[in-house]
């Protein structure tokens, strides 16, 4: 799978739902999503994961190539402070329930032009 991070932020803003993430509305579809959806990027594209820590909680975001990749940016009314803190997986799927990343996964790759 080609990684075009233009077509991987259209893919995802068409995949994200209520099933990806309780958070989900139609008004902010990033919202809730960061741990699931870093999890899939880092499956599907390698990298890193990475996270700050935020008052609400971790965000958890991608890093593939040396740049930093946060595709659910959108949900924030302000700009992050990145701290680039590396984790791992287990840390990630705290927040994200494997029914939620299968659902994402099916989603995404109905959406994504360049999962032929």
């Known amino acids: ?3 075009d991070p233009d077509d991987v932020q259209c893919a995802l803003r068409k995949a994200w739902s209520l099933s990806t993430a309780s958070q989900w509305t139609e008004d ?13 990027i880092h499956e599907l594209f390698g990298g890193d994961l990475l996270k700050t820590p ?16 946060d595709f ?7 700009p992050i402070a990145y701290m680039d803190v590396p984790t791992g997986r287990p840390d990630a ?5 494997h029914d939620q990343l299968a659902q ?3 989603a995404f790759r109905t ?3 360049g999962s032929t």
């Open 1 to 3: 799978m080609r990684f």
């Open 28 to 40: 902010n579809p990033a919202a809730g999503q960061c741990n699931v959806t870093s999890l899939l």
């Open 104 to 106: 994402l996964r099916g």
């Open 54 to 69: 935020l008052p609400a909680g971790d965000h958890f975001y991608n890093r593939i190539e040396g740049k930093r990749y």
């Open 93 to 97: 799927e705290l927040g994200a329930t």
């Open 72 to 78: 659910t940016a959108s949900q924030f009314d302000q």
């Open 111 to 113: 959406h994504h032009i």
